[in-house]
């Protein structure tokens, strides 16, 4: 937590947009944060909403370190922020950190790509193209 600052954002600000360069991320403290894909020639599509305890932000640990997702403040939201270039270079120092942050960032990763998944099959894949449980 020595890394990081309090920051807002308001209501429908865009936080990032995808393909931009990740350099840093986020810890929601309160607020909703919407994460969304870009659909050439329709509106971006909302995979996701973030609240309170959630990371904002995985693209900056991964490289290229460019957001996969856009995401924009779907309320007024207070968060922790955190330089991602002072944080890999920490996880350098201190392996045990690099693995504690490895292994929740892969499950916030995987579960982001499970709710992106659902949400683009309910939002664009044919009526009855999916399989029945």
Do not use: N
């Amino acid at each position: 937590m020595s890394l990081a600052r309090e920051v807002s954002f308001k209501i429908d600000e865009r936080i990032f947009s995808e393909g931009g360069k990740a350099d840093r991320f986020w810890i929601i403290h309160t607020g909703t944060v919407a994460l969304d894909v870009h659909v050439p020639g329709r509106r971006a599509a909302v995979v996701e909403t973030l609240g309170a305890g959630d990371l904002l932000g995985w693209s900056w640990f991964v490289p290229p370190h460019h957001w996969h997702l856009g995401a924009q403040a779907s309320s007024p939201v207070r968060a922790y922020e955190f330089d991602a270039v002072a944080v890999r270079e920490l996880c350098g120092k201190y392996p045990e950190l690099q693995h504690e942050l490895c292994t929740y960032v892969s499950g916030v990763i995987a579960g982001r790509l499970r709710s992106a998944r659902v949400r683009l099959l309910d939002l664009y894949a044919p009526y009855g193209s999916g399989e029945v449980p």
